[in-house]
């Protein structure tokens, strides 16, 4: 009786309550909730870290949540892997389609289509016929014989969208589908959703433009620091209102900015160009004892800017400037030569070594101070790391300890440390505490300061605002691959960095 | 100093040692392990340099046929000047040339090295065949057979070689500057960049070492007989990577020692023989270097598999 009471309510696709997952210690998601009726689409926004990217994660199986339910159609979930997912038809369409390039189009769909025995004959006319029949449908022009490798990104995309229709899945999540779109593809993009929509299937939909959300989402969740803000009707939400929601958190104790005098322009770029990178036309400059933060959403080329100047990527245009002088930088040993250092993001990958010793890491730039006669002094190495681990309190049993047994917040220090040890005048952080425990973040900030305060220029990179807006004597903002907007700390507020961010 | 790899190697020599004395001590007469070192310092000559290739994250499979050409070379040189130093010379830079070539293709057009390697054993391999027409090099002058030194002399000045060789390498590989730049390159190439250091100049360099340290190898084999073989080196690159695999190398690079690979070339060398001494068929030498092999990539492949779980619990998410 009660049930039937209900049936006037879209029926869930799926429902998931009081999800919470961390990673070693660091809170991605506390207790979020989302759900998906039948036939609606529903958004997910925040701020880049705010957990989308996990809680889809956790609903197509690739990670498991610590505690909370998923039920899917009625029926709760017990073991989630992707195999099941699939089954119960979950299908996710990444911003980066994950495709096999040397097959064609009717191979990939047939890949993840097909069931059978391994030794059953493979029907080519058929895939072939399943492959026009469902690009038909999300309606493409796309040859089913073409390799998926000489295919457009938004051509892949589409490979995939008739991937997700002909596993008749029900729940369909997008996650940033029209980042690397034209408008008309997003508009073709568009249709195929409202069909999705039509044969009552229900669609997550992730994205940061937000006037494609208004346009699409029937529903919004925010998410912001791994908890839900709020699950909204679209057309009860204005951008203003959810721009607030996204960022709306009070600035605490825990950015204790400290008054430097400003010296000298430090550095000094005009209209740096980088045409491999996407980087236009960017000018900018930072003084001594000042701290630029570059924000901007990820994609929007900060890190590609940065690379640009220390050389990684030579710059096609444009010029760059230390202390006023013009100078050529081409390679990251122009750079150091310069005086600047580049602490890159992801620092596993590109920042530390994660098989050599505390000591070697730290030396690796500056051999030279460390070395005579081009030979490396054992002793001075090892004090040189050990006083770094001391001023930068690295936690480690000596600084012969691999780095890649260190925690993620140690290791990032040695990274600085490396970095330090050169005694740059620049110094460019790229998500100086990403991923790093709550400790190690404040000890990152308080050092920072310090930096400024000897006089360092330092332009760090930060996808979290409160770190921007706590930390920065000047913010730049990047959208596109330029800053779009450039203001002093007294004016910056989370809204007009976000809003610029966004590309208003 | 030493880590584990370099302990476990030692024990397990210490331990063959050992059963040796007591049953077979014939094994340690002087002609025997005379015998043994030179047919094995070859395969210590050119592993020092394979082994600096392997940090760096590349592979050099074309030794064999640069260790055949630079015999022949050595030959052709002493023939025609009758100086030993010039064989040196000839055969040390012909091993240089042909490593830059190797090297230029890998560093600078970032071919990927066992592609490139593949086809300069092929190619070395056949040239040489059709350069020589397979005859040997024979008629060498008198000087140049044992250097002119007494038969038995001969083993001591190239055992000296070899150990100021395999010191001075690993001294510079652990002192020098450069030695950092190809253990960092090996194991992080964007983060040596990042550092600021020519990884594509140390790649490069790497290969010009090992195709040196080839045409040394080759030299000092080839002064063992009165004539010189066109085919010599034969599996010579299996050899020396098997060597280097089982002293610790890391075959992706970064990770290894050159006191490591000398005990793998010891532990290998000496295990055939040392069959024939103990009585068990000498058809067991193949398979029990082969299970030496796995076994010191599968203590590898644990290790690594344990450390990336560490390595993961401590550093939260990506």
């Given at each position: 009786m009660v049930a039937s009471g209900l049936s006037d309510v879209p029926s869930l696709l799926l429902d998931a309550r009081d999800i919470s997952k961390s990673f070693a210690g660091l809170r991605a998601l506390h207790r979020v909730s989302f759900d998906l009726r039948a036939g609606e689409v529903h958004a997910l926004v925040g701020e880049n870290g705010a957990g989308k990217s996990t809680l889809i994660k956790i609903v197509t199986g690739a990670e498991h949540a610590d505690a909370g339910t998923i039920t899917v159609a009625g029926a709760p979930l017990t073991r989630i892997d992707p195999h099941t997912t699939r089954a119960l038809g979950i299908a996710a369409i990444y911003q980066q389609p994950a495709l096999f390039p040397h097959l064609t189009v009717a191979e990939n769909i047939a890949l993840s289509l097909e069931r059978g025995g391994s030794w059953r004959r493979i029907d080519r006319k058929a895939r072939r016929r399943r492959a026009s029949e469902l690009l038909d449908r999300v309606g493409a022009s796309l040859h089913p014989d073409r390799l998926v490798g000489t295919l457009t990104m938004p051509e892949q995309q589409v490979v995939e969208i008739a991937k997700a229709i002909?596993?008749?899945?029900?729940?369909?999540?997008?996650?940033?589908?029209?980042?690397?779109?034209?408008?008309?593809?997003?508009?073709?993009?568009?249709?195929?959703?409202?069909?999705?929509?039509a044969a009552d299937a229900g669609v997550i939909y992730i994205s940061h433009r937000l006037e494609e959300i208004a346009t699409i989402a029937d529903r919004i969740t925010v998410l912001r620091d791994g908890e839900t803000v709020a699950t909204r009707d679209a057309r009860d939400l204005t951008r203003t209102d959810l721009i607030r929601m996204m960022v709306g958190r009070e600035l605490d104790a825990v950015f204790p900015k400290r008054q430097v005098p400003l010296g000298e322009t430090a550095l000094s770029v005009r209209d740096l160009s980088n045409a491999r990178t996407g980087v236009r036309r960017v000018s900018l400059s930072v003084r001594r004892g000042e701290i630029l933060g570059l924000a901007g959403l990820v994609g929007s080329g900060r890190t590609q800017l940065a690379e640009t100047i220390f050389g990684l990527t030579p710059a096609s245009a444009g010029e760059i400037a230390?202390?006023?002088?013009?100078?050529?930088?081409?390679?990251?040993?122009?750079?150091?030569?310069?005086?600047?250092?580049?602490?890159?993001?992801?620092?596993?990958?590109?920042?530390?070594?994660l098989e050599m010793s505390i000591a070697a890491n730290t030396s690796l730039a500056n051999l030279t101070a460390v070395s005579r006669h081009g030979l490396i002094t054992r002793e001075a190495e090892h004090r040189a790391a050990r006083q770094y681990v001391n001023d930068l309190r690295i936690k480690a049993s000596s600084v012969d300890a691999e780095v890649g047994s260190l925690s993620g917040g140690n290791q990032q220090k040695v990274a600085l440390a490396r970095w330090l040890a050169t005694k740059p005048s620049v110094l460019i952080l790229d998500e100086p505490t990403q991923g790093v425990d709550v400790g190690s973040k404040a000890e990152i900030h308080r050092l920072m300061q310090d930096l400024a305060e000897r006089g360092m220029a330092i332009i760090m990179i930060s996808s979290e605002l409160p770190e921007i807006l706590g930390m920065s004597d000047r913010i730049a903002v990047m959208h596109a691959g330029t800053i779009v907007a450039t203001m002093e700390r007294a004016d910056a507020t989370a809204a007009n960095v976000m809003a610029a961010a966004l590309g208003h | 100093m030493f880590h584990r790899r370099e302990l476990s190697l030692i024990i397990v020599i210490a331990a063959l040692?050992?059963?040796?004395?007591?049953?077979?001590?014939?094994?340690?007469?002087?002609?025997?392990?005379s015998d043994l070192f030179l047919g094995n310092m070859p395969v210590l000559i050119v592993a020092i340099g394979t082994t600096v290739v392997i940090l760096t994250g590349n592979i050099d499979i074309s030794v064999?046929?640069?260790?055949?050409?630079?015999?022949?070379?050595?030959?052709?040189a002493a023939k025609g000047s009758g100086s030993v130093l010039v064989a040196t010379i000839a055969a040390c830079g012909v091993g240089a040339a042909l490593g830059a070539l190797n090297g230029s293709l890998v560093a600078f057009l970032r071919m990927p090295s066992i592609v490139v390697t593949l086809a300069t054993m092929v190619a070395l391999r056949d040239g040489l065949r059709w350069g020589t027409e397979g005859a040997w090099v024979q008629d060498l002058p008198p000087g140049f057979q044992w250097f002119g030194l007494p038969q038995s002399s001969y083993p001591v000045v190239a055992c000296a070689?070899?150990?100021?060789?395999?010191?001075?390498?690993?001294?510079?590989?652990?002192?020098?500057?450069?030695?950092?730049?190809?253990?960092?390159?090996?194991?992080?190439?964007?983060?040596?960049?990042?550092?600021?250091?020519?990884?594509?100049r140390v790649t490069f360099g790497v290969f010009i070492v090992a195709g040196a340290l080839t045409g040394l190898a080759a030299l000092l084999n080839s002064v063992r007989f009165n004539q010189?073989?066109?085919?010599?080196?034969?599996?010579?690159?299996?050899?020396?990577?098997?060597?280097?695999?089982?002293?610790g190398a890391a075959i992706r690079g970064g990770e290894g020692s050159l006191s490591g690979t000398l005990l793998g070339v010891i532990l290998l060398g000496a295990i055939g023989p040392a069959l024939t001494f103990l009585g068990v068929s000498a058809y067991w030498e193949r398979a029990l270097q082969g299970a030496i092999i796995l076994a010191a990539v599968a203590v590898d492949a644990v290790r690594e598999r344990r450390a990336f779980h560490a390595a993961v619990a401590a550093s939260g998410p990506a």
């Open positions: 002909g596993a008749e899945a029900r729940i369909v999540i997008m996650d940033e589908p029209t980042a690397s779109l034209s408008d008309r593809e997003v508009a073709r993009l568009f249709e195929v959703i409202a069909r999705l929509r230390i202390e006023g002088t013009p100078v050529t930088i081409v390679s990251p040993a122009d750079a150091i030569d310069r005086g600047i250092a580049y602490v890159p993001e992801d620092r596993r990958q590109h920042g530390v070594v | 040692g050992l059963v040796l004395a007591a049953i077979a001590p014939g094994y340690f007469a002087r002609e025997n392990l064999g046929s640069v260790f055949a050409i630079c015999g022949v070379v050595a030959g052709i070689i070899v150990v100021v060789l395999q010191s001075v390498v690993a001294w510079a590989m652990r002192n020098l500057a450069v030695g950092r730049a190809v253990y960092a390159t090996g194991s992080n190439e964007t983060a040596a960049r990042l550092a600021g250091l020519d990884t594509a010189i073989p066109s085919n010599a080196g034969l599996g010579l690159e299996m050899k020396v990577i098997a060597a280097a695999v089982v002293g």
